[in-house]
């Protein structure tokens, strides 16, 4: 069973810049792919960014150019680089992993992240 423990949200004026971290533990080896997903009140989850463990990423559009995932497969860690912050990206944001041989998605408790204007 993986479990994921994610760190770094917080309060930001816009303009500032965060960093996400997400630590996989217990069978974090058979995961293939990592991501971040953010929920805003009222909204539906919604996909960030995700890396593979060959370290091939992908950015929702709304954050290219600002966001950054990378990811260290020796830690079993994602880390979410947020630049030029947003007040609508405040949301909470989950760490998501998923392995392709069982087919099962892991989530995090989710790091609210406020982006005040």
């Known amino acids: 069973q993986v479990q994921l423990v994610e760190s770094g949200g917080g309060l930001v004026q816009a303009g500032g810049s965060l960093r996400l971290s997400c630590t996989a533990s217990?069978?974090?080896?058979?995961?293939?792919?990592m991501g971040w997903y953010r929920q805003a009140p009222g909204k539906q989850r919604e996909l960030v960014a995700t890396?593979?463990?060959?370290?091939?990423?992908n950015y929702a559009d709304s954050v290219k150019g600002r966001f950054t995932i990378s990811g260290d497969n020796a830690q079993n860690t994602v880390y979410l680089q947020m630049n030029s912050l947003k007040p609508e990206d405040t949301a909470v944001y989950y760490c998501?992993?998923?392995?392709?041989?069982?087919?099962?998605?892991?989530w995090g408790q989710g790091t609210q992240v406020t982006v005040s204007s």
């Open positions: 217990g069978g974090a080896f058979s995961i293939n792919i």
């Open positions: 998501n992993a998923y392995q392709v041989l069982t087919t099962k998605n892991y």
């Open positions: 890396i593979t463990s060959g370290g091939r990423t």
